[in-house]
């Protein structure tokens, strides 16, 4: 069943979403995910609602502390709707994914209760929605072996080829000499480079592999290009494919990425304007594609008039590109109007030339991005940071925070901000305070030793 986008669900839907999310953004996460729950009882098929469901079920997951003995009662607590939910997978699997809901509500991060959700999912003819829920499990139990196969395997049949063979590289990384686990692995990624080169249809490797010359290409093409000839080959062969099958579009993308490879960036654009041609103009993915070869293009320019020493035409050029990679990006928002990581990377852009008006206005749209929520929070405090609106900066960086569980790159580039405002408002002690959050695990993250031995000073 494939996933229904907010604009197409139906308006009730919408609105409880509207509701779950507003009220998510308030702190009260009870009233979010009975929001989100209703909004999913009218659509289910609305993966942005269960994703929102699932941040929101996590998220006080976390602020309880929760451990094995919390696991433990949950499981005593949830065991009858688990026994029903299980009996009624074959019979009325949508029943069963209600079930599963209801278990997630009282333990997010039960393995018992993530697994027969996933089983209900697939079953219901959800698998979106089973994968997005293991993902979330990912991040909890991220050397979980079964996890990472079941996970790998689903984004394989849905066609998710690359995030197949992350899962089961991740398995090998874990087991290195597991004979099954590498077999997996060398699956994953032939079926993925296969799929980069227009065999999606593919059911197994060793279907398209007739003899060892065909071996050989798919192994060229698994790799990053080491020879000129190599890409010429590549083209060629490409190019003789497209002739044989010309409707197919990824044929003429992994042209391009080709001709990319090889510097021949003007016929990479080309390729890719025939390609958004033939898929009827609305193809994002081959938009970016489009602005990304175009930007290399400008770089290589740039960089071949440096070594000219012809300065200030190379000058002239940079700011060419900087125009165009403005112009484009606001573009495509316009073409895209529902794609949140257009507003994002958008929103960058606006903030890094000084518009920070603008860039607010992009943020405070991207932020219902889950996958850039935090850190379209971050920009945003960074915006009101520069419009001197330190209270609202702090109450946007603090939430950006809470949404972190551990002390990764992002959370330390909030603190640092937060510890930087405090200053700014002479609240020092609270300056220190996040400083040190951040010296606990990385000394020498920016200049946060220094300022550490100046508080105890």
């Not at 799929?195 to 490797?205: E, I, K, T, V």
């Not at 928002?333 to 606006?350: A, S, W």
């Not at 520069?386 to 551990?406: F, H, P, T, W």
Request: proline share 3%.
């Amino acid at each position: 069943m494939p996933e229904v986008t907010m604009e197409d669900a139906p308006r009730k839907a919408r609105d409880m979403f509207e509701k779950g999310f507003a009220a998510m953004e308030r702190g009260n996460l009870d009233y979010a995910m009975d929001m989100f729950t209703a909004s999913l009882e009218i659509e289910p098929s609305l993966l942005q609602a269960r994703r929102f469901l699932r941040a929101a079920q996590i998220k006080k997951y976390k602020a309880k502390k929760s451990g094995p003995v919390f696991h433990a009662i949950s499981t005593v607590i949830g065991l009858s709707t688990y026994l029903t939910a299980r009996g009624q997978l074959k019979k009325d699997p949508a029943k069963a994914v209600k079930a599963g809901e209801k278990l997630l509500r009282i333990d997010p991060a039960n393995k018992l209760f993530i697994n027969l959700f996933a089983d209900a999912a697939v079953a219901a003819g959800l698998p979106e929605a089973a994968v997005q829920t293991l993902e979330v499990a990912k991040d909890l139990y991220a050397k979980d072996i079964a996890l990472l196969k079941r996970l790998g395997s689903l984004y394989m049949e849905l066609n998710e080829t690359h995030k197949g063979r992350e899962c089961f590289e991740s398995i090998v990384n874990l087991r290195p000499n597991d004979p099954e686990a590498i077999k997996a692995f060398k699956d994953a990624t032939a079926l993925d480079t296969m799929h980069s080169g227009g065999w999606s249809s593919a059911g197994s490797y060793r279907d398209v592999m007739k003899d060892a010359q065909e071996a050989t290409r798919l192994e060229q093409q698994a790799k990053a290009v080491k020879t000129s000839s190599d890409v010429d080959d590549l083209i060629n062969e490409t190019l003789s494919k497209i002739r044989n099958e010309p409707d197919n579009i990824n044929y003429r993308r992994h042209l391009a990425d080709l001709y990319t490879r090889a510097q021949r960036y003007d016929e990479a654009l080309e390729v890719l304007k025939e390609a958004q041609e033939q898929s009827g103009g609305g193809d994002p993915q081959i938009d970016r594609s489009l602005s990304s070869v175009q930007l290399k293009k400008f770089d290589s320019e740039i960089e071949t008039l440096k070594k000219e020493d012809r300065t200030e035409e190379a000058e002239a050029r940079k700011k060419e590109k900087e125009e165009f990679q403005l112009e484009d990006a606001a573009d495509r928002v316009k073409r895209y109007p529902n794609d949140l990581q257009f507003k994002y990377d958008y929103g960058v852009l606006l903030f890094e030339r000084g518009r920070i008006n603008d860039a607010i206005q992009q943020f405070q749209q991207a932020q219902r991005n889950p996958q850039r929520r935090t850190r379209a929070l971050y920009y945003l405090g960074l915006c009101f940071k520069q419009k001197e609106q330190y209270d609202i900066a702090l109450e946007q960086l603090e939430k950006a925070a809470s949404e972190i569980g551990v002390m990764d790159a992002v959370k330390k580039d909030i603190y640092y901000e937060l510890g930087t405002i405090c200053e700014s408002t002479g609240d020092r002690s609270k300056a220190a305070k996040y400083f040190k959050e951040i010296y606990s695990v990385d000394i020498g993250y920016k200049d946060v030793a220094e300022k550490i031995e100046k508080s105890y000073k």
